[in-house]
Structure formats: structure tokens, C-alpha cells
């Protein structure tokens, strides 16, 4: 999920949001400000149900956070690096830099987010039973926090679904995996359920947009996103086990060609192009330091008329973004920091630091299809190629 804001770091993990979260604070916020609240409690000046609407909704999506932040904190200490957190349209997401290597270590991970929600909503749910207890009354302020109780207790609820990619789909796998041995088998079954899960949600959806009206979008729009992201999961899983036991430096570009990083786009486009016909381009300075990297599809966006005054390095990522990784690390591990990173490529650097690969998407499904090839001839998957 890509992030457009970012918030700053918690526990030393970057948190950002996507703009899609600012739809959906406006909608909760008018929600509780117009509906809610004074449903709870009427009569009430305006200005206060706004003001503690719009403080409520910033406590959801403090709870939002705590969910992902814990899934971190303990990933971390499974000894699981945490690329960053995002929070978006259908809440959050936790980028893990590779996967759990035990199913205890993914059962944790996963269960402690639901955990933390219900944690939640067991604070929330106190403060609203003592403030109206000392009250007497269901106020505006104990209405909200009632809803926070509520609201905390479906999302870990929710999350408990056993069915990927939901925290729920996790625990499965985990149990799976713990049963027969079979990380991927465990994955797989995991995804399928999250399918249907997906396939259910979907249903219900339009059930309820046929019945009542546009509320059933909202179950269309979250089951379309869990079918769309249970099948890639299922794919996931399926190519990390064609790619088990290769290595970098089986699939890597090596000798990759680096590019001036005040080069303008114009003379590459000119002069460069027809001779280097790539679509990935590593900068470095005048001593040859890496400063980042580029692709032709940033380029194409910088229009026309600004391509000669504009070098790679404007358009290019933060180095500090771009996964890095070395000859004799085992693909599948790359290959999930590369999907987390938004050009999905992968610089390949040996001991002393020097550039001396290039991974793409394209790199690894050109090695998959040429060892499925070879599978079926009866030879070995990576044959001589690692001599």
C-alpha cells in the first residue's frame, strides 16, 4: 500500500497513511457527529457532537494504529525486520521485511493485533461504565467512548476470521503449518478460505444493496479487496516455493550499467536509450557512490517539455528505499522486500559493498518460466547455472 503522508515513527518503525484514510476520517466523523451521538444523547449544541466526533474518530484510528504497532513490536522481536506501517482505506497494514521462520513465531505476530483491539475495547468500555456511573447518565462523551468499545471489539473480531489476509488467515496458517510441516501448504489453504471469505462478503454486499441501498457497497468494495488480495497471497506462496533453494545470484542482471544522476531525462532518452534499452537505471555521483535508483516508467510521467531541464536523480527513489540484497541470499527473501518497495526492484551488492546485480520482477518470472521449462525436459530447475 503506498503512502502518501507520512506521520513520523513509532517504536523506530516508519507510519505513514495513504490518502484514502482522509475519505474515510471525514466519514466517520460525520457518522458519529450527525447520527451517533445525538442519538445517544440529543439536543446537544452542534459544535459539541463535531468536536467529540472528530475526537473520537482520531481515537479509531489511534486504535487502528495500536493493532498495527503491536504486530510490529512483536515481529521485531521474532527477529522480523518492520519496513513501515500504513494506514489506508480498510485500516492498516504492517510491511514485514521477510516471514516468520517458525509457526509459533507467525501465530504471535498474528494473534497479538486482535489482542490489542480487544484490550481496547475493554479501557473504552470501562471508562464508558464509570463515567456514566458517576454521571447517571449516557452523555455525549460516554456515548463515544461506548462506541470505541464497540467499534474496537468488531475490528478484533473481525480480524479473527480465519481467512487471509486477515490476522485470522495468519493464526490458520500458523496451526496448519504447525501441523503438517508444510509452510505452503499452510499458505495456500489459508488464501482459498480468504477467497471464499471474499466471495461471501461480496454476496452479502449486493444482497444488501438490492435490500436497503448503497450501504451494501461497503461490503462489495472490502470483499472485492480481501478475494483480490487472498489470490495473491495464494500466488505468493506458490512462487516462493518454485524459488526455494535459488539463490541472487542465480537470477540477478549482473555487471548492471549505472547512470550519471545529473543526467537529464532528454539525453537519456536521446543518446542513451537506443544503446542501454533498460527500464531500470541505478545513479551514482562522479566517484561511482550509488545515489539511487530510477525507472522508465517514472520517466514517462515527467512531461515533455520538462524532460530537459529534469535529471534522474529528481525523479528517482530514496536510496534508502530500495531493498538490497547479496549473491548468496535465498530469492524468496528479496523477493518480499522488493514487494513491498514501489518500483519493486532490487540492487545486489557483494562484501565490499559494489553494485554487482540488479533484481526485477522481470528477472524472477523469466527464471521461473525457463525452470518450469527445464522441469518438464527432466532436467534440474537451476541445471548449471550455479556453477
Not at 454521571?135 to 467499534?151: E, F, K, M, N, R
Request: zero cysteines; charged letters at 15%; aromatic letters at 10%.
Amino acid at each position: 500500500m503506498n503512502e502518501n503522508i507520512r506521520l513520523g515513527r513509532i517504536a523506530g518503525v516508519p507510519v505513514g497513511m495513504n490518502w484514502s484514510i482522509l475519505l474515510v476520517f471525514w466519514l466517520i466523523a460525520w457518522e458519529l457527529s450527525d447520527l451517533v451521538l445525538p442519538g445517544w444523547r440529543a439536543h446537544e449544541p452542534t459544535a459539541l457532537y463535531w468536536g467529540v466526533g472528530i475526537a473520537t474518530t482520531v481515537l479509531f484510528f489511534a486504535s487502528l494504529l495500536a493493532h498495527e504497532v503491536s504486530h510490529a513490536v512483536v515481529a521485531r522481536r521474532n527477529g522480523i525486520g518492520v519496513r513501515r506501517i500504513t494506514l489506508w482505506l480498510f485500516g492498516g497494514v504492517s510491511e514485514l521485511e521477510s516471514e516468520a521462520l517458525t509457526p509459533g513465531a507467525d501465530f504471535r505476530i498474528a494473534v497479538v493485533g486482535p489482542l490489542t483491539s480487544f484490550v481496547l475495547a475493554g479501557v473504552f468500555g470501562a471508562v464508558a461504565v464509570g463515567a456514566r456511573g458517576a454521571t447517571g447518565s449516557v452523555g455525549v462523551a460516554v456515548a463515544a467512548a461506548g462506541w470505541l468499545a464497540w467499534i474496537n471489539l468488531l475490528l478484533g473480531g473481525f480480524n479473527l476470521v480465519p481467512a487471509a489476509p486477515l490476522d485470522g488467515g495468519r493464526v490458520l496458517r500458523a496451526a496448519l503449518w504447525r501441523r503438517s510441516g508444510d509452510r505452503v501448504h499452510a499458505a495456500t489453504a489459508a488464501a482459498r478460505t480468504g477467497q471464499v471469505f471474499g466471495y461471501v462478503l461480496v454476496v452479502l454486499g449486493v444482497l444488501e444493496f438490492l435490500a436497503v441501498g448503497l450501504a451494501g457497497l461497503w461490503f462489495i468494495f472490502l470483499g472485492w479487496f480481501l478475494l483480490a488480495a487472498a489470490r495473491a497471497e495464494e500466488s505468493t506462496a506458490v512462487l516462493r516455493d518454485s524459488l526455494s533453494g535459488v539463490h541472487v545470484s542465480d537470477i540477478m542482471t549482473r555487471d548492471p550499467v549505472t547512470f550519471d544522476a545529473d543526467t537529464t531525462l532528454a539525453d537519456l532518452l536521446d543518446d542513451h536509450l537506443h544503446r542501454y534499452p533498460f527500464s531500470t537505471y541505478p545513479l551514482v555521483d562522479r566517484t561511482g557512490r550509488l545515489l539511487g535508483l530510477t525507472t522508465l516508467s517514472r520517466i514517462r510521467h515527467v512531461p515533455a517539455h520538462h524532460r530537459r531541464t529534469t535529471r534522474l536523480i529528481d525523479v528517482s527513489g530514496p536510496l534508502a528505499e530500495v531493498p538490497v540484497g547479496t549473491p548468496d541470499e535465498p530469492v524468496p527473501d528479496l523477493f518480499q522486500r522488493m514487494q513491498a518497495s514501489a518500483d519493486g526492484r532490487a540492487f545486489v551488492v557483494d562484501a565490499t559493498g559494489r553494485l554487482v546485480g540488479i533484481v526485477s520482477p522481470s528477472d524472477i518470472a523469466r527464471y521461473v518460466q525457463w525452470s518450469m521449462l527445464q522441469a518438464r525436459r527432466g532436467a534440474s530447475p537451476w541445471g548449471s547455472r550455479r556453477g
